[in-house]
Nanobody, 116 residues
Framework: VQLVESGGGLVQPGGSLRLSCAASGFTFSSYAMRWYRQAPGKERELVASISSGGGSTNYADSVKGRFTISRDNAKNTVFLQMNSLKPEDTAVYYC??????????WGQGTQVTVFS
C-alpha cells in the first residue's frame, strides 16, 4: 500500500496550491479519503474528507470556503485545492485512507509553507 503526496511548496499569503495524493495497493474507489495537516508543536488536524464516490465532502471550519477536496477514482488520486492561503495554513499535509480497524493508510506528507 502506498499513498504519495505531492504539490506542496512555498507560497505567499493569498496564493494557491493544489496537493495530490496518488494511491496504490488497495481498492481506492472503496475508501473514503481524508487530508490532515500538522503544524509544528500542534496536534494533527483533519482538514477535509471525501466519500468513496466523491459525492460527499466535509471541511474543517478553518478551511471552509477556501479549500476543495476532490478525487479521480479512475486515476486513484485525491486532490486538495487550496486557495486564499494564510500563514496559519503552514503545515505538513498528509493523505489518509481510513480503515474500519483504525489501521489507516497514511502518506509521508508534503510541506506547505505560507510566508509573507
Amino acid at each position: 500500500v502506498q499513498l504519495v503526496e505531492s504539490g506542496g511548496g512555498l507560497v505567499q499569503p493569498g496564493g494557491s496550491l493544489r496537493l495530490s495524493c496518488a494511491a496504490s495497493g488497495f481498492t481506492f474507489s472503496s475508501y473514503a479519503m481524508r487530508w490532515y495537516r500538522q503544524a509544528p508543536g500542534k496536534e494533527r488536524e483533519l482538514v477535509a474528507s471525501i466519500s468513496s464516490g466523491g459525492g460527499s465532502t466535509n471541511y474543517a471550519d478553518s478551511v471552509k470556503g477556501r479549500f476543495t477536496i476532490s478525487r479521480d477514482n479512475a486515476k486513484n488520486t485525491v486532490f486538495l485545492q487550496m486557495n486564499s492561503l494564510k500563514p496559519e495554513d503552514t503545515a505538513v499535509y498528509y493523505c489518509n485512507a481510513p480503515r474500519w480497524d483504525y489501521a489507516d493508510y497514511w502518506g509521508q506528507g508534503t510541506q506547505v509553507t505560507v510566508f509573507s
